[in-house]
């Protein structure tokens, strides 16, 4: 008898396929169409089944890959709505921070995207979500100079958010 896992939710695999098309992830990755993100244990990706057993992916984990100066597939990202982690740190990503992508992710609990290039301000929707764990440590300047304006919105949204 062969036991067999539901297929994880269509619009996540498409998310997800999306992704790795926009940040040209390197091939051991494994991210291909034709096969399944949570069976076939793509690699940065966790999954967990909702309440009717479909699987959906829960952690986006793509972090010390070198994708300098490609922007954030922002879009895509917020098709993953059971998201409750997104760690992307030290890729030094750019582009800006899209509010309308991430306050859709209502599950989020780890935000980690310090060590890229991002600009824009901290949405503030990030202070209703339930996040327990806040890694901005922003851009800096051409320089090597902290952005003042990004520090004080992450202070001020650390700020806002409730104590665990």
Known sequence: MRVTQAQTLSTDTKALLSIAGALRLPA???WRNGSDPCSDRWTGIECRTD??????IIVLDIHDVDL?????PWRPIGQLTALEEISMWNCGLTGVIDADALCRLKSLQVLALRQNKLHGTVPECLAMLPLGWLWLGWSST??????????H??????????TL
């Open 68 to 72: 300098t100066n490609q922007d954030v």
């Open 153 to 162: 919105a992450a202070a001020a949204l650390t700020a806002a958010l409730p």
């Open 51 to 56: 309440a009717t057993d479909t699987p959906r």
């Open 28 to 30: 051991y990755f494994h």
């Open 142 to 151: 051409p320089e090597g100079e902290p952005r003042p304006a990004a520090q």
